[in-house]
């Protein structure tokens, strides 16, 4: 069975940080480009980075320099490193293969003083 689950959002101050984990299990990650999205309460979801299968990155243009997108095959892991977090940062983040059309549950991360 395929899985993808997030872990590690929660609620911040603005200017702080938060290290999203994406753990995939039933499939080996290794040979995919995976990507983390979010969706903000009202708006559509929107990809935030895309992680290629040697590690290269792509990055929405607002997170740029704030965020950063890794993986550990080993680990069978992506990760998603934000800091200087915003308020409007605030939304649920997803995990995704686009190969394999997996979704993870999302985690939530606020933004708030």
């Known amino acids: 069975q395929v899985q993808l689950v997030e872990s590690g959002g929660g609620l911040v101050q603005p200017g702080g940080s938060l290290r999203l984990s994406c753990a995939a299990s039933?499939?080996?990650?290794?040979?995919?480009?995976m990507s983390w999205y979010r969706q903000a309460p009202g708006k559509q979801r929107e990809l935030v980075v895309i992680i290629g299968t040697y590690g290269s990155t792509t990055y929405l243009d607002s997170v740029k320099g704030r965020f950063t997108g890794s993986r550990d095959n080993a680990k069978n892991t992506v990760y998603l490193e934000m800091s200087s977090l915003k308020p409007e940062d605030t939304a649920v983040y997803y995990c995704?293969?686009?190969?394999?059309?997996?979704w993870g549950q999302g985690t939530q991360v606020t933004v708030s003083s």
């Open positions: 995704h293969s686009p190969r394999g059309g997996y």
């Open positions: 039933g499939f080996n990650l290794r040979y995919d480009a």
